[in-house]
């Protein structure tokens, strides 16, 4: 009997404990009446935060401990990426975000985000490498976001790259909410860099006295999804709330997200934060989420291999362990669908592949892809019996 679930994740039936089922199997689930699967292409032990696609099909992924690993899906060997610069691997601190150049196959270009012990506190930094063969060479530290402190959380950080060629990294509130609303600091902020790591000469904040010339957007408390939307290039980001609050923007130049001002949670105690929800001059998300789900990693799919799914924007959720779809319509989310829940993982990280399937990564270390369910060969009673 096949095991399967639908939408939102409540499970039907099941043959075997869904522990064991992903790990060994496709699994199967119904999104909007379209059956689909899902099968652990990888299984490894430490927290996969981010992944990407190398040209020859095989997968670049980060476990945040502080391991660069290459695994061959043809092969399904994995493999060690060696000159991985030192991470501060503490509480939500480590080898964040891995981001390939879009021209890699030309460049060998690496991007990485991770946290670093600076002085007496830690940091948020981006670093560059060239890729050779399993050796990271010529590796450059482009940023690092200052003032460092004692906090071991809300690094950030994603990473992506404009169609303009123009860097955008998201550096969390480092635990000083305050700060996302302080031009002189990197906390709570969208920042925009050239490829080089260096300022653009169009930043909203390059000529104001005291403030960070990095920044683009501000008031954030920690982005961990950044993406481009593949037919309008706009940049849309998602963050954590506190207790419920958890947002999807539209970043826009020089806006304020309001954070702590304005909030959709509240202290994990209880009480509101700030002023309300909404305050003249600072940007209301999309979306927002109450109570929180935590959400982690976000990606368009624009694929036609699910063709239901097309334009559809998807999210990993870690404290309800499910993979998050939303339907949009220009800039509103219409629809939500909560996936996979009953497989209890943490999901970290998602993106399209170049096969045009969906793969997601958890806190558990899989790696995980998406894809339709193959009919089944439909032979009548006469041709079965011969």
Same mark, same amino acid.
């Given at each position: 009997m096949k095991c399967w679930i639908i939408a939102?994740?409540?499970?039907?039936?099941?043959?075997?404990? !869904?522990?064991?089922? @992903?790990?060994?199997e496709p699994y199967l689930f119904q999104s909007d009446d379209v059956e689909l699967e899902a099968v652990a292409i990888y299984q490894g032990k430490d927290s996969i935060w981010s992944f990407d696609f190398l040209p020859d099909g095989k997968i670049i992924f980060t476990e945040?401990?502080?391991?660069?690993? @290459?695994?061959?899906?043809?092969?399904?060997?994995?493999?060690d990426v060696s000159g991985v610069p030192g991470v501060a691997a503490r509480n939500q601190g480590g080898l964040?975000?891995?981001?390939?150049?879009?021209?890699?196959?030309?460049?060998?270009?690496?991007?990485?985000?991770?946290s670093a012990d600076v002085g007496d506190g830690m940091?948020?930094?981006l670093a560059r490498a060239e890729l050779d063969a399993d050796t990271l060479v010529n590796l450059t530290v482009l940023f690092s976001a200052e003032p460092p402190n004692n906090s071991d959380h809300h690094f950030g950080s994603r990473v992506v790259m404009s169609r303009a060629g123009n860097l955008y990294l998201s550096v969390g509130d480092r635990g000083e909410r305050d700060q996302a609303q302080n031009l002189a600091s990197h906390y709570g902020k969208i920042l925009r860099l050239k490829q080089d790591g260096s300022v653009p000469d169009d930043n909203p904040f390059l000529t104001e006295p005291g403030a960070k010339p990095e920044i683009w957007s501000y008031g954030h408390?920690?982005?961990?999804?950044?993406? @481009?939307?593949?037919r309008t290039g706009e940049i849309w980001a998602?963050?954590?709330?506190?207790?419920?609050?958890?947002? !999807?923007?539209? !970043?826009?130049?020089?806006?304020?997200?309001?954070?702590?001002?304005?909030?959709?949670?509240?202290?994990?105690?209880?009480?509101?934060?700030?002023?309300?929800?909404?305050?003249?001059?600072?940007?209301?998300? @999309?979306?927002?989420?109450?109570?929180s789900i935590a959400p982690s990693g976000l990606s368009f799919y624009s694929g036609k291999k699910i063709p239901h799914w097309q334009g559809s924007l998807f999210s990993g959720s870690l404290v309800l362990?499910?993979?998050?779809?939303?339907?949009?319509?220009?800039h509103d989310v219409i629809k939500e669908e909560r996936l996979l829940s009953a497989?209890?993982?943490?999901?970290?990280?998602?993106?399209?592949?170049?096969?045009?399937?969906?793969?997601?990564?958890?806190?558990d270390g899989s790696l995980v892809q998406i894809r339709p369910v193959e009919p089944e060969s439909d032979l009548s009673d006469d041709k079965a019996d011969s």
């Open positions: 939102l994740g409540f499970l039907l039936a099941s043959c075997k404990p !869904i522990s064991d089922t @992903i790990a060994k945040r401990k502080g391991r660069l690993r @290459i695994f061959d899906p043809k092969t399904m060997n994995t493999s964040l975000d891995v981001y390939l150049h879009p021209r890699f196959s030309e460049n060998r270009l690496v991007y990485l985000t991770y940091t948020t930094r408390r920690n982005v961990q999804g950044l993406t @481009i939307h593949p998602q963050e954590h709330g506190p207790r419920g609050g958890d947002e !999807i923007n539209l !970043i826009k130049k020089g806006r304020n997200y309001g954070w702590p001002v304005v909030s959709h949670g509240r202290e994990y105690w209880g009480p509101t934060i700030g002023e309300g929800v909404e305050k003249k001059g600072m940007k209301s998300p @999309i979306h927002y989420w109450v109570p362990t499910h993979l998050n779809r939303m339907v949009v319509d220009n497989l209890n993982k943490r999901v970290r990280a998602v993106r399209q592949g170049p096969d045009e399937l969906l793969y997601f990564s958890t806190d």
